[in-house]
T-cell receptor
């Protein structure tokens, strides 16, 4: 069964360092998303990506964050200069159509980021 | 703005007992509604969804949920809990004006006692 894969599963970094979280969405999907979950809090929308550009982003997704689909298979989330409050589980997701319009959002297993 | 409330961050039931996980949403226009499950060390998996049509929807693993517009609710039920149902369950909504974004509840951890 096709699945979304994320690497690394866990990353520990020092405050101020750059981090890149990688995702391989399901191959024929067109819509890509990043969500995050701070420990004990809700899963929060960060950004959606379609047709090689950001289609929507939340207020959390400030200038420290960027996304890229560098090679047609990977979908990356970069945090330029990590802060303590960026510590969270980051979920990548993909869908074949607009997920909320009745399509299904397929999630990866998450990448846990710990900022020290 | 959309919000999703899941009542009870932890629910504990005995094996074989009814499972009821509550979800209420706030929206002037009923959104599309979803339940996701997260097993330990795994990603979020779709259990079921309501978009249009029949308000009682059936999902995987014997779960079902009923959309009640008058109560702005989408509670998840299962008649008989199994040990393998122990997981965290998330209710989510997608507003009709923006299918690009999901709003999640804070999750309910289900514990099933033998």
């Amino acid at each position: 069964e096709p699945e979304v894969t994320q690497t690394p599963s866990h990353q520990v970094t020092q405050m101020g360092q750059e981090v890149i979280l990688r995702c391989v969405p399901i191959s024929n999907h067109l819509y890509f998303y990043w969500y995050r979950q701070i420990l004990g809090q809700k899963v929060e929308f960060l950004v959606s990506f379609y047709n090689n550009e950001i289609s929507e982003k939340s207020e959390i997704f400030d200038d420290q964050f960027s996304v890229e689909r560098p090679d047609g298979s990977n979908f990356t989330l970069k945090i330029r200069s990590t802060k303590l409050e960026d510590s969270a589980m980051y979920f990548c997701a993909s869908s074949g159509g607009l997920a909320g319009a009745g399509g299904e959002l397929f999630f990866g297993e998450g990448s846990r980021l710990t900022v020290l | 703005a959309q919000s999703v409330t899941q009542l009870g961050s932890h629910v504990s039931v005995s094996e074989g007992a009814l499972v009821l996980l509550r979800c209420n949403y706030s929206s002037s226009v009923p959104p599309y509604l979803f339940w996701y499950v997260q097993y330990p060390n795994q990603g979020l998996q779709l259990l079921l969804k309501y978009t249009t049509g029949a308000t009682l929807v059936k999902g995987i693993n014997g779960f079902e949920a009923e959309f009640k517009k008058s109560e702005t609710s989408f509670h998840l039920t299962k008649p008989s809990a199994h040990m393998s149902d122990a997981a965290e369950y998330f209710c989510a909504v997608s507003p009709l004006y923006n299918f690009n974004k999901f709003y999640f509840g804070s999750g309910t951890k289900l514990n099933v006692k033998p």
